[in-house]
């Protein structure tokens, strides 16, 4: 995750739920009203790259005021849709037949940022099962055509509909590797 | 960038060869330039032109006798062989009896790979192409127990796969070839796994 890596700029302009803390004049544009002001519990929806910094800075800021227990942040994050206990359900309950793309485009990339900022252990092993599994079937799909499924009558086609912007670039090079790696047996 | 996406962590099978191609081979030379030792009288009349190399020893290829057993590098025997110049010995594993060998440890041994040299795809892929009236058994034969070693190793593979983690992996004896093959995967797949594995803070752990 790079500065000026195209993927993770995408991933930081989703939009996250949030809670302002603060009565602030001035910042009704973030609600759409333009010249107001907003209010404190307004909800609002913020990209995560303003969102994340804006849950870590605090109003308190002013160092007369340090005498309160503890610096209220400016806003508060609300779990996203593309987190919620529903989705990951059904992450556990089968990772290889969940179309991730339809949540988000750039899941892995968020739920990482996400499990970063509030050092969620839960979500981490979810996603290490999500990933481990999913793998393996972007494998068979890489290395060659997946005659199990086909026999099954399964479509391959639609599991690569469901993969993510990660998933897809693992996808090409790995298969892009064993394509070359056939040619390479085959010319001679 | 200067160097193509697809070279930039990982090699092409054209760069595999041709890493394998620096290895050491045996062959049989068809001519001789040994130069005699005796024979002063021959020195004005034949000015001989001798092998001048900077990256292999030239001096096995100035001391070729005919049918004398000689290691050269495989890049120049498979020169030789093209111009009939030379037959290459295959190795002592590219053999039928040798092969079903290893396929048979492969078979008993689900957790691990037979010690196959490092190279033994490429090299089996070249000599068949370019050296097949040379090997000691037919080659579609030789053909054939090649490609069930690689399909038994490959869904090996597959299985080791399943345990991939963000530390570490033990791939003994697996060649080049296969290694490379699978390099783009695995170092995605465990890139993300670290990634994912340290969104997670080392201090606030051990609460």
């Known amino acids: 995750m790079s500065y000026y890596d195209i993927d993770d700029i995408l991933a930081d302009a989703t939009k996250i739920p949030c809670r302002f803390n603060y009565n602030i004049p001035g910042l009704g544009y973030l609600e759409g009203n333009i010249g107001h002001d907003i209010k404190k519990n307004a909800k609002v929806e913020l990209p995560l790259w303003l969102g994340r910094v804006l849950a870590i800075v605090?109003?308190?800021?002013?160092?007369?005021?340090?005498g309160?227990?503890?610096?209220?942040?400016?806003?508060?994050?609300?779990?996203?849709?593309l987190l919620a206990p529903r989705v990951i359900n059904a992450i556990k309950s089968g990772p290889a037949t969940l179309d991730?793309?339809?949540?988000?485009?750039?899941?892995?990339?968020?739920?990482?940022?996400?499990?970063?900022?509030?050092?969620?252990?839960?979500?981490?092993?979810?996603?290490?099962?999500?990933?481990?599994?999913?793998?393996?079937?972007?494998?068979?799909?890489?290395?060659?055509?997946?005659?199990?499924?086909?026999?099954?009558?399964?479509?391959?086609?639609?599991?690569?509909?469901?993969?993510?912007?990660?998933?897809?670039?693992?996808?090409?090079?790995?298969?892009?590797?064993?394509?070359?790696?056939?040619?390479?047996?085959?010319?001679? | 960038m200067s160097l193509p996406w697809k070279l930039q962590e990982t090699f092409s099978p054209e760069e595999i060869q041709f890493i394998v191609e620096n290895e050491p081979i045996k062959i049989f030379p068809r001519f001789t330039t040994k130069q005699p030792v005796r024979g002063n009288q021959q020195s004005n009349s034949s000015v001989q032109t001798r092998w001048k190399l900077l990256t292999a020893k030239d001096e096995p290829l100035n001391n070729l006798v005919a049918i004398q057993t000689t290691e050269v590098a495989l890049w120049i025997a498979l020169l030789l062989k093209q111009q009939g110049k030379c037959s290459i010995v295959a190795?002592?594993?590219?053999?039928?009896?040798?092969?079903?060998?290893?396929?048979?440890?492969?078979?008993?041994?689900?957790?691990?790979?037979?010690?196959?040299?490092?190279?033994?795809?490429?090299?089996?892929?070249?000599?068949?192409?370019?050296?097949?009236?040379?090997?000691?058994?037919?080659?579609?034969l030789l053909r054939g127990k090649v490609q069930d070693l690689r399909e038994i190793r490959l869904s090996k593979i597959g299985q080791g796969l399943k345990h991939l983690n963000e530390s570490h992996l033990q791939l003994d004896n697996l060649s080049l070839l296969e290694i490379n093959e699978l390099r783009p995967f695995v170092l995605g797949v465990m890139n993300k796994l670290k990634d994912i594995h340290n969104s997670i803070s080392e201090d606030q752990e051990e609460d």
């Open chain 1, 100 to 188: 991730v793309r339809s949540i988000n485009s750039h899941f892995y990339a968020l739920a990482v940022k996400w499990a970063t900022l509030f050092n969620d252990r839960e979500l981490v092993e979810v996603l290490n099962y999500m990933l481990l599994e999913r793998s393996q079937e972007i494998r068979n799909h890489a290395s060659s055509i997946d005659l199990e499924n086909l026999a099954q009558g399964r479509d391959p086609g639609t599991f690569m509909l469901t993969l993510d912007e990660f998933e897809k670039v693992i996808y090409r090079n790995s298969h892009e590797s064993c394509k070359e790696t056939k040619q390479w047996m085959v010319q001679k």
């Open chain 1, 58 to 66: 605090g109003g308190d800021a002013d160092p007369s005021s340090v």
């Open chain 1, 68 to 81: 309160e227990d503890e610096a209220l942040s400016f806003i508060e994050l609300i779990t996203p849709e």
């Open chain 2, 91 to 140: 190795p002592g594993w590219l053999r039928l009896a040798q092969l079903q060998k290893y396929i048979d440890y492969e078979l008993k041994n689900t957790g691990r790979f037979s010690e196959l040299p490092w190279n033994w795809l490429v090299v089996a892929q070249l000599l068949f192409s370019k050296a097949a009236d040379d090997l000691h058994d037919p080659v579609h």
